[in-house]
């Protein structure tokens, strides 16, 4: 079965920085294009960001590019979100998920979801 | 950007009733179209894509339809473990964006 695993979540103040990862196993992760999704305490989902297989096109919501970076390591199978200038409003549980195919593909797997939470 | 706007935001149904979300996007986006199904404390689980699609393993009682701009995701028989919250998501450009979310509880 697909796994992902999410780590590197927590506490942070608000302008600092973070770095998510996710683990993938059992499928073969540089064929698919990987998200972030997130979702704050009762609220509902919101995608964050894109990148394809390759590493190259990336893709961001509006409300973190210029302080999110997406990337990935192939050979170790590992999805990474670099998170900085950190917000209050960033507040949330971090899914990693997997794409089916391309951009317009859908997401058909998800990790149960990392919490990271900007508060003084 | 598309936004997805979603009715309604939240109904109460009984078990064996048919229920029908829908999903209104701001341009048309043809047929990439998606729906999640999420469980309190648990990810969002894929159900339909490509806005008609059964994903593996879903049950047959779920079903989608719509092209364009209108989205409908129809539940045919309600069953207990339906009771959760739904939403679209839109893959037609980016950013991609989801509608609101209906959550579906119990009458």
């Known amino acids: 079965d697909v796994q992902l695993l999410e780590s590197g979540g927590g506490l942070v103040q608000p302008g600092g920085s973070l770095r998510l990862s996710c683990a993938a196993s059992?499928?073969?992760?540089?064929?698919?294009?990987m998200s972030w999704v997130r979702q704050a305490p009762g609220k509902g989902l919101e995608w964050v960001s894109t990148i394809s297989g390759t590493g190259s096109p990336t893709y961001y919501a509006d409300s973190v590019k210029g302080r999110f970076t997406i990337s990935r390591d192939n050979s170790r199978s590992t999805l990474f979100l670099q998170m900085n200038s950190l917000r209050a409003e960033d507040t949330a549980i971090y899914y990693c998920?997997?794409?089916?195919?391309?951009?317009?593909?859908?997401?058909?797997?998800w990790g149960q979801g990392t919490l990271v939470t900007v508060s003084s | 950007d598309i936004q997805m706007t979603q009715s309604p935001s939240s109904l109460s149904a009984s078990l064996g009733d048919r229920v029908t979300i829908t999903c209104r996007a701001s341009?048309?986006?043809?047929?990439?179209l998606n729906w999640y199904q999420q469980k309190p404390g648990t990810a969002p689980k894929l159900l339909i894509y490509?806005?008609?699609t059964l994903q593996n393993g879903v049950p047959s009682r779920f079903s989608g339809s719509g092209s364009g701009t209108d989205f409908t995701l129809t539940i045919s028989s309600l069953d207990p473990e339906d009771f959760a919250t739904y939403y679209c998501q839109q893959t037609y450009s980016s950013p991609r964006t989801f509608g609101q979310g209906t959550k579906v509880e119990i009458k």
């Open positions: 059992e499928f073969t992760f540089s064929s698919y294009a």
């Open positions: 490509a806005a008609s």
């Open positions: 341009q048309r986006m043809s047929t990439y």
């Open positions: 998920a997997r794409d089916a195919g391309a951009f317009t593909s859908p997401t058909d797997f």
